[in-house]
């Protein structure tokens, strides 16, 4: 066996899980990677996700994505699986083949809510990127680098905030693009993954947007999150569970969530057209005097709003997130009438892009009774993905008596995908 060598700026080596996992290659470690390496992955996986990019500008995409608020100070980590006892070339740019699986995942602000109430503050995190070099497919790696990384995060503290370090992580989610199946197998279970899909044509019967529907600029994100979030973790705790369920679970959309998808269309905008977009969203009142952005403290219960990403490889308006207030008999018509205009000015930005249709995950009952008075009920499309962006969720118990089935997962909409 060849001696182990370092590269230079490797990071510790992880030790390995107290408990023996039962993987394929035992032998193999997870571990950060180092600079270099991070960039391999960047090179082998290109042809799978630079989309409409060229190889130059997704590798500056993935490094720009890297020093957003959420990722940077340790926010992402890049994993590599590799055999310790295999040299790591110092020239790795040029000979990245002891990468055996990759994937990176993104430290997120998170609550997990008890039956009777409480609320306690974890860390989650969001899996992406998940790559097998095609030499080294079918080998079992992947599911060896999963089955680590699922035992690692568990346990990984959070590097860089000690305000947070008290945090334990609670949950981590993925995004399956390949089923079910295969993440299911090494322990993240499969929820709800539903979109409705609506043509960006407005009908001759649509309502104008309404005078009073604003567009939500970047400046506006950081209140109008801090007011969403006030609003999850109350509706999160006060509102009764549904047989069943033990514990819900949320991944907060804050602004710094958002920033990173906004960051993205970005990047992606101005390398296709030329034009970032500069519209990040609508909001429409449903009472006389609501504020926007929302005052500091408030919960926004007197607008609706939608904040979007546009995705320039598919053309398409995606909704990250849908702000809508618990209805009740009082405020029913409001709602519904700004909920048509938020839909109405979500088409218009759509419009305004050449886009030709808008997809919103996970829709409520409010959101898909707009879309079908406002476009009709042949123009709405509700899908439930089977092989693609299916969300899945492992639940870190740390000796609770909740099995997975017993958790809900709250606000599963495109702002959690990474
Ligand atoms: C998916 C991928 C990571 C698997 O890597 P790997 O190291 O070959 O995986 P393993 O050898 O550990 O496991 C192979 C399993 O993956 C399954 N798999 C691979 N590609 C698949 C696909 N497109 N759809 C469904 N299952 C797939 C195989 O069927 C096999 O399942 P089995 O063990 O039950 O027979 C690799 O094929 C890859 O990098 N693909 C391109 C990028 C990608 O799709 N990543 C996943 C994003 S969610």
Redesign the pocket.
């Known amino acids: 066996m060849a001696p182990s060598t370092t590269c230079p700026s490797s990071p510790a080596v992880y030790s390995a899980p107290s408990s023996p996992l039962d993987t394929k290659h035992p032998h193999l470690i997870l571990r950060p990677a180092t600079i270099p390496e991070r960039h391999h992955t960047w090179v082998i996986?290109s042809p799978?996700w630079r989309g409409i990019l060229t190889e130059n500008a997704y590798y500056l995409r993935e490094a720009h994505l890297s020093a957003q608020d959420l990722t940077r100070n340790g926010g992402i980590t890049y994993w590599v699986l590799v055999d310790p006892s295999t040299a790591c070339d110092p020239s790795c740019p040029q000979s990245p083949d002891h990468i055996l699986?990759a994937c990176e995942a993104i430290r997120k602000p998170s609550i997990i809510v008890r039956k009777n109430g409480e609320i306690e503050d974890v860390i989650s995190y969001g899996i992406g990127g998940?790559?097998?070099a095609s030499p080294?497919?079918?080998?079992?790696?992947?599911?060896?680098m999963m089955q680590l990384l699922g035992h690692q995060l568990r346990t990984l503290p959070d590097p860089s905030d000690p305000k947070k370090a008290h945090l334990r992580v609670g949950f981590s989610v993925?995004y399956?693009?390949?089923?079910k199946?295969?993440y299911k197998?090494v322990g993240w279970r499969p929820h709800d993954s539903s979109h409705i899909s609506f043509p960006a044509q407005l009908p001759s019967s649509a309502p104008s947007a309404a005078q009073a529907v604003k567009k939500i600029a970047k400046a506006d994100l950081k209140a109008m999150c801090a007011a969403d979030c006030i609003h999850i973790r109350r509706v999160a705790s006060k509102t009764a569970f549904k047989q069943g369920v033990e514990a819900r679970c949320v991944q907060l959309p804050t602004v710094e969530v958002i920033d990173w998808h906004h960051a993205r269309e970005e990047f992606v905008g101005q390398y296709a057209t030329t034009k970032a977009p500069t519209v990040k969203g609508a909001w429409a009142p449903i009472a006389q005097g609501a504020e926007f952005p929302p005052k500091a403290g408030s919960e926004g219960l007197d607008a609706v709003w939608v904040i979007w990403m546009h995705d320039f490889a598919t053309n398409k308006l995606i909704f990250l997130r849908l702000h809508v207030p618990p209805v009740t008999s009082a405020n029913i018509d409001a709602v519904q009438s700004a909920m048509k205009a938020l839909m109405v000015a979500a088409v218009e930005e759509a419009l305004a892009w050449g886009f030709k249709e808008l997809i919103s995950w996970n829709p409520d009952d409010v959101t898909e009774e707009a879309v079908k008075s406002v476009f009709g009920k042949e123009s709405y499309n509700l899908v439930h993905r089977e092989n693609d962006s299916i969300a899945s969720l492992m639940w870190y118990d740390h000796g609770e008596e909740i099995e997975p089935e017993g958790v809900e997962w709250l606000v599963n909409e495109k702002s959690g995908w990474c």
């Open positions: 996986n799978s699986s998940v790559y097998t080294h497919r079918g080998k079992g790696y992947a599911r060896t993925l399956s693009d390949i089923g199946d295969f197998k």
